[in-house]
Nanobody
Framework: QVQLVESGGGLVQTGDSLRLSCTAS????????MGWFRQAPGKEREFVAT????????YYGDSMKGRFTISRDNAKNTLYLQMNSLKPDDTAVYYC???????????????????WGQGTQVTVSS
């Protein structure tokens, strides 16, 4: 089992940047495929990005491509989400998620993930 704790959220203005972190404890972080999701008020949870165990593969939601970058540091047991050119539509609670998988496995399906953090709020003002 792995425990996930997100941090780095906050209130920013349109066009600003923000970096979220997700620190994992428990079993070996490098054993997990990781993902970021977000949920805005009144909306369903939305896929943001996913990364394979050794960072060899990544994939992004359409509205995040070119603006967000997912990365991980297995030595620090930490997942990151660098968010640039933020827009008010990016306002949401951001969650990290983990699942054990094959070496190059990535997935955008939230139902594939076994473990979730508690979320961190990102608010982008116009």
């Amino acid at each position: 089992q792995v425990q996930l704790v997100e941090s780095g959220g906050g209130l920013v203005q349109t066009g600003d940047s923000l970096r979220l972190s997700c620190t994992a404890s428990g079993r070996t972080f490098s054993s997990y495929t990781m993902g970021w999701f977000r949920q805005a008020p009144g909306k369903e949870r939305e896929f943001v990005a996913t990364i394979s165990r050794t960072s060899s593969r990544t994939y992004y939601g359409d509205s995040m491509k070119g603006r967000f970058t997912i990365s991980r540091d297995n030595a620090k047991n930490t997942l990151y989400l660098q968010m640039n050119s933020l827009k008010p539509d990016d306002t949401a609670v951001y969650y990290c998620a983990a699942r054990q998988g094959a070496y190059y496995y990535i997935t955008q399906n939230e139902n594939d993930y076994e473990y979730w953090g508690q979320g961190t709020q990102v608010t982008v003002s116009s």
